[in-house]
């Protein structure tokens, strides 16, 4: 089967450096006969995305994820790639792993690039530096275990659960926290005590919960990206997952008592933010040179924040008038996530500014109005015959349909 | 309360001296106060202490629906009400007493930080073994819960609570946890506090801040309480600085009133305080 094995070693490497990948000359594309025009047109529009996109790193992401990738590099990063044609992935930034494969593939939810924990997730393994294989998938049906995030490892099956998961890297010997002093180490668990108390549930009421945020923002990127039908219920039903969690940490009618809500949670959502400015202070990380857990944990919360562009942004605009954690950000995504950088969240599924984007877009689109147009033909075929307006019978070509006009003539020769 | 109010009454608050009266409500301690709430409100007491503010302790069976927020303990000061140690830590500075002026930025947000993994690991711990263990709620909890009032109002009233507490278990994620796992957690909280006291008194050097006190609460309350099995207090006991800690501000702030805290009789020997 044509797959990469079959990629000229010129794409291969420049693949690897991250440059830009030049298609195959004419003559290399011929020498691969067996493959179908279809795929090998998917195949090259792949490899021009070029560097990370043709990489085909399979690690399962949202659709908001997608539509964090900027269009130009969206290429490669398709549904319906094959893990199994991946040549080994360069690990990311950061400490290299030792393993020359990946320890297994992570698949990532719909709506994870919004659940600071997958990113979180990812982070830290980036972080560590965990050679992993992404797949982005865009329903927790394509899952393996149905629930996302899931990491499937060779050895230990499928692990859901967030803590496991960097558990189990820990491990694979892929730990950020080696370097970590005794009280270091507890100081971590504090802060994320903090972060998890304070900050998470007034981010996830910020996004989820807050009428204005949710109908105009969130609930509007998810459905873009999450295919028919679960874009339809699947929002609303995360919408009310939360709005119920948050109902039971925070008291039932916690939603009718607005300036309890402003003054109190807010204001201490506020105060967890300066207090974790502080203890950055002007360092790099928070505990020094390296990253450490923490880094990915407040990375994974405050990121989204500092993003997206929520329409009421109390708390982002507390955010970015803390200097320090907006430059500890920005780096973090500049040198752990490049092809995220500057600002992806800008309504990128709409921005379709290059030419490339607009043939990416177009295969989805074709196909859904083919869809809809055979189903439409289909639909009106099937009421034809069932309801008898036309009948298939040999011999005489429709007969029915004749008749009507012969009624016609016979009507008209009466008028007259 | 609105934001006028609110900055109202703290200046209400700030002009009034701490009075002789003050008084502090919880549960009927003999048969009736649970771990949590126990823990609780030995921290404020342990706080009031430090602070050298006096307080009584009075007992009550329906303080926990006498509270402004449904939980205790909860002071009673002049004619304000506040409950739980956050904001009551906040009245008082408001009245100009504060345990925490001398530290800088960096470490207010550690001790902030440290506070809410006690209230997130610890206080959750408890919970979840007083009100989610099967052998301990048949036992310990529903017998004691209820014993003020009689049947059938004290079965109702534990099962109402059990199930309010086993939806919050839920929501954050706890309910799927084992005992095993809880006491893990435990552990592992009890070792970044015993990793960031060290050697020292206290755990901002010199002079004890409302970290100690709610740390003290927490861990002299395991460390004395009978359950059913001795597991809890033993992932306690593993950590010597922090035994050495309960011990020495029990003897600082506790010795001389033996009537109104709860912090009596011998340091380690188990006071049947849960049965």
Known sequence: MGGWGHIPPRCRDSRRRGDRCLPPSRGERRAVPTERPGRRRRRLRSLRGGGRAGMRCSVVLSPTNIALVPASRRRGLRRWDRPGADPTPRPPGGRRGTEPRAPGGTHRPPGSAGTPRDRARRTYARFTGAPLKVHRVTSPWRSPSGHLPALRTRDEGIISKPQQIITHLRKQKYNADYDLSATQSADTLAFVSLLEEKLLPVLIHTFWVDAKNYVEHTRKWYAETIPFPLNFFLPNAMHKRHLERLQLIWGDDYMEDEEKLEKELYREARECLTLLSQRLGSQKFFFGDSPASLDALVFSRLAPLLKAKLPNGKLQQHLKSLQNLCNYCTSILSLYFPWDGGDPLTGVPRAAGTDGSEAEEDPHKRRKQLLSVLVGLVAMLGYAFLSGIVSIQRGSVGPAGRQPITLEEEEEEEEE | ?275
């Not at chain 2, 629906?65 to 000061?77: D, N």
Request: proline share 5%; charged share 20%; aromatic share 10%.
């Open chain 2, 1 to 275: 309360m609105s934001l006028v109010a609110e900055a109202f009454v703290t200046q209400l608050a700030a002009a009034e001296p701490w009075p002789e009266n003050a008084a502090l409500y919880q549960q009927l301690k003999e048969e009736q106060i649970l771990l949590s709430d126990n823990a609780s409100s030995l921290a404020v007491q342990a706080f009031l202490q430090m602070c050298n503010l006096p307080v009584r302790v009075i007992c009550r069976a329906n303080a926990e629906y006498m509270s402004p927020s449904g939980k205790v303990p909860f002071i009673h000061v002049g004619n304000q009400v506040v409950s739980e140690l956050g904001p009551i830590v906040q009245f008082v500075k408001a009245k100009g007493h504060s345990l925490s002026d001398g530290l800088d930025e960096v470490q207010k947000a550690e001790m902030k930080a440290y506070m809410e993994l006690v209230n997130n690991m610890l206080l959750t711990a408890e919970l979840y073994l007083q009100w989610c263990d099967d052998v301990t709620v048949e036992e310990i909890t529903h017998p004691r819960y209820g014993s003020p009032y009689p049947w059938p109002l004290n079965r109702i009233l534990s099962y109402q609570k059990q199930w309010e507490v086993r939806r919050k278990m839920k929501a954050i994620g706890w309910a799927g946890k084992t005992l095993e796992q809880v006491l893990e957690d435990v552990d592992q909280c009890c070792h970044a506090l015993s990793q960031r006291l060290g050697t020292q008194p206290y755990f901002f050097n010199k002079h004890p801040t409302e970290l100690d006190a709610l740390v003290f609460g927490h861990l002299f309350t395991i460390l004395t309480t009978q359950l059913i099995t001795d597991e809890l207090s033993e992932k306690v006991k593993n950590y010597s600085n922090l035994t050495a800690f309960c011990r020495r501000i029990e003897q600082q702030y506790f010795e001389g009133h033996d009537k109104d805290s709860s912090a009596i009789a011998a340091r380690s020997s188990k006071r049947p305080l849960l049965r």
